[in-house]
């Protein structure tokens, strides 16, 4: 069993919807950090938290540290959206490495 | 602009040749990592290092060497390419708390 599981793997919402992806972990972590891959791009790194909520712009990431949860929602969506949206956690060590989930792809037709 | 650099974008290799990729960093960061991205899976750590002159082992290492003889680079080698290494790789560095960092990504297709 993965160590981070990512729901759902796939995601397709018409533009303007509120968007939700959720990451569960099972081990004991110290950041969890959300990041954003376009198709054939790079990785860029969205938030990083450690506890409670964040917001950037439409973009806003709660964590759960008690229920190993989080979600990254994005409001009032748009198609530059679309992307894979990728859960890593670090859990903690002095090498700080990400243990990452599978992603999800979200598509946002117009 | 400030960040990660890999170096190349995209390489096709012949079954049994050898190459090196090449990640550089401005940022001053001491720690960095090679991951390997396949479809279907999470990112997975090669190797990394916590710093210039130090090297360890990730979770897939097997097949890989890494070097980081100066800080601001980390090089991936490959001796003897193979079909199962075909992946895009991505190099990434961090401060060793919030500042995590990726590089643009190394498409590789080893035929």
């Known amino acids: 069993k993965n160590e981070v599981e990512q729901s759902p793997q796939n995601l397709t919402a018409q533009e303007g919807e509120f968007i939700t992806i959720n990451c569960s972990y099972s081990?004991?972590?110290?950041?969890l950090h959300w990041l954003q891959q376009h198709p054939g791009g790079g990785i860029v790194s969205l938030f990083m938290?450690?506890?409670g909520k964040k917001k950037h712009g439409r973009l806003i990431a709660t964590i759960n540290i008690q229920e190993k949860h989080s979600s990254l929602h994005i409001t009032a969506s748009h198609p530059r959206d679309s992307a894979v949206y990728i859960c890593?956690?670090?859990?903690?060590?002095?090498?700080?490495?990400?243990?990452f989930g599978k992603g999800t792809l979200l598509t946002v037709n117009p | 602009n400030a960040g990660v650099t890999q170096t190349p974008k995209f390489r096709v290799l012949k079954t049994g040749q050898s190459m090196t990729l090449l990640c550089a960093q401005d940022?001053?960061?001491?720690?960095m990592y090679w991951y390997r991205q396949d479809p279907g899976m999470g990112l997975r750590l090669i190797h990394y290092?916590?710093?210039?002159?130090?090297?360890a082992k990730g979770e897939v290492p097997d097949g890989y060497n890494v070097s980081r003889l100066k800080k601001q680079n980390f090089l991936l080698g490959l001796e003897s390419a193979a079909p199962s290494q075909t992946s895009v790789y991505f190099c990434?560095?961090?401060?060793?708390?919030?500042?995590?960092?990726f590089g643009s990504g190394t498409r590789l297709t080893v035929v």
């Open positions: 938290l450690s506890s």
């Open positions: 081990v004991g972590i110290s950041a």
């Open positions: 890593a956690v670090n859990s903690g060590g002095s090498n700080y490495k990400l243990t």
């Open positions: 990434a560095s961090s401060t060793g708390g919030p500042g995590y960092t």
């Open positions: 940022m001053n960061h001491e720690y």
């Open positions: 290092s916590v710093g210039e002159g130090t090297t």
